[in-house]
C-alpha cells in the first residue's frame, strides 16, 4: 500500500480525475464484453450525476490520494427497500476503482473500509453492490472483502447491440 494514502471526500476539484479513472474502469469493462462500450459523451453524464451525488445527504464519493495524485474512488448511497420488507434502508456501493498501475496494492480493501466504517455511521446495516460477470478481478476482490451472490440479474437481447465508438475527450 501506498505509505502516504489518504482517503477523504471527493470535492469537486477531484472530478476531472475521478472522470478518468471511470473511463479507464469503463474500457476494462468493454474489453471483456462490448456491452460496456461507452457513449461518445458518456464521460459527461458520468460527471453530471457526480456532481449531483456531491450534494446529496444520502450519498458520498470518498477518493484515494497519494503525494497529489488520485489513484481510486469509491462511490456509496442510501437507497429503500420496498415497504413490504422489514429492513428498510440499505447501503450501495454503486462505483468503484483504482489506476490500473496501482492495483494490488491494498487501495481498493482502504476505500472499502473507509465506504463500510461511513455506512456504520448511517446506520446501514446491509450494504449491496453489482458485478459483471464477466470481470473476475472484482468478482474475486468482493468475494475477499466478504460479499456473496444473493440474486442473479438476466437479461436477452432482442436485437443486435450497437455500440458507439469509445470517446477519448
Not at 471511470?22 to 460527471?47: A, T
Not at 437507497?79 to 483504482?98: M, Q, R, T
Not at 494490488?104 to 476505500?111: F, H, N, P, Q
Amino acid at each position: 500500500m501506498q505509505r502516504d494514502l489518504k482517503i477523504r471526500k471527493a470535492t469537486s476539484a477531484d472530478l476531472l480525475a475521478v472522470v478518468e479513472l471511470w473511463k479507464e474502469l469503463m474500457d476494462f469493462h468493454s474489453n471483456l464484453d462490448s456491452f460496456f462500450s461507452r457513449s461518445l459523451d458518456g464521460h459527461k453524464s458520468f460527471r453530471s450525476w457526480i456532481e449531483k451525488e456531491l450534494e446529496s445527504d444520502s450519498a458520498e464519493l470518498f477518493v484515494a490520494e497519494s503525494s497529489g495524485e488520485l489513484l481510486g474512488y469509491i462511490k456509496t448511497e442510501i437507497s429503500n427497500y420496498p415497504p413490504v420488507f422489514e429492513l428498510k434502508k440499505f447501503g450501495v456501493i454503486s462505483d468503484a476503482a483504482v489506476a490500473g498501475e496501482y492495483r494490488r496494492e491494498g487501495i481498493g480493501e482502504a476505500l472499502y473500509r473507509h465506504a463500510m466504517n461511513w455506512f456504520r455511521e448511517k446506520d446501514i446495516k446491509r450494504v449491496e453492490l453489482r458485478v459483471a460477470d464477466v470481470n473476475h478481478v472484482a468478482l474475486g476482490f468482493w468475494k475477499k472483502m466478504g460479499f456473496a451472490p444473493y440474486m442473479t440479474t438476466m437479461f436477452k437481447q432482442t436485437q443486435k447491440l450497437i455500440c458507439n465508438q469509445t470517446g477519448n475527450e
